[in-house]
């Protein structure tokens, strides 16, 4: 099992930044590829970034490519969401998850945070 818990949420306005930790606790969090997810009231969830077990390759969605950006510390069993140049519609409770691969998919992923609350006013 692995235990996940987000943190880092809040109110900003349009072009503000936030950043957003995720903690990890149970099995070896190097293990895992760990991916972050949103979802907006009213619609699916959907793919934001994911960052490989290394942290050598990590991926983003279109919508936050070049504002964005994923890392992670394996000693502190941490991942963390870097969001600059916020705009209004990355309003969303945003997830962090974990899985054995590095997918878009939400399905492919095992364990995930309770989420925490992102919104931007414009």
């Known amino acids: 099992q692995v235990q996940l818990v987000e943190s880092g949420g809040g109110l900003v306005q349009a072009g503000g930044s936030l950043r957003l930790s995720c903690a990890a606790s149970?099995?070896?969090?190097?293990?895992?590829?760990m991916a972050w997810f949103r979802q907006a009231p009213g619609k699916e969830r959907e793919f934001v970034a994911v960052?490989?077990?290394?942290?050598?390759?990590?991926y983003y969605a279109d919508s936050v490519k070049g504002r964005f950006t994923i890392s992670r510390d394996n000693a502190k069993n941490t991942v963390y969401l870097q969001m600059n140049s916020l705009k209004p519609e990355d309003t969303a409770v945003y997830y962090c998850?974990?899985?054995?691969?590095?997918?878009?998919?939400?399905?492919?992923?095992?364990?995930w945070g309770q989420g925490t609350q992102v919104t931007v006013s414009s």
């Open positions: 998850a974990a899985g054995t691969r590095a997918t878009y998919a939400s399905s492919a992923y095992n364990y």
């Open positions: 149970g099995r070896t969090f190097s293990d895992y590829s």
């Open positions: 960052i490989r077990w290394s942290g050598g390759n990590s």
